[in-house]
């Protein structure tokens, strides 16, 4: 039997403290609400997705994590994430500004410990193809992640963050 334990992936060097609180307060928000979420998922045009939750009904939702000013100004590839999801919301710490965030995404607000979503994000439906491709590649993410965590010397670093 397997030790209870706290797992965190290994730190890639991308994200920030405030930025990793964010996506913590932000995750658990989004398994209160019925979601399964997979971090850092790599999208079929190369971009990584911060958070993909999967709701039980199906709904692809893409978390969009900014921990300052400075990172909403410098990073602009949110947009893209539309072509990958049913609803696309930004999650933010409370000392960015809420107005700063873009009106046709969602809006989260979080700490380490929780989140509350602020404005709710407009949904635009997927096509099948899409769809299917998206839940193919976060079951595939969430399987290699598990697997990594059973058997990590049966991992090797070429392999990715899959």
Known sequence: MLA???FQFPDDGRQSETARAVARGTRRLLRAHGYATVTELPLADGRR?????????????????????????????WRFYQAHCDRLLFAIPSVVPAALMPEEAGLIVADAYGAEIIREAVERRLAAATRRAMFIRFGQAAAHRLHRLGDPEGWSDQQGLF
């Open 4 to 6: 209870q334990t706290e």
């Open 49 to 77: 997705a911060d958070i993909v939750a999967l709701g039980d009904d199906g709904t692809i939702t893409i978390v969009e994590v900014k921990s300052s000013v400075a990172d909403y100004k410098a990073d602009t590839k």
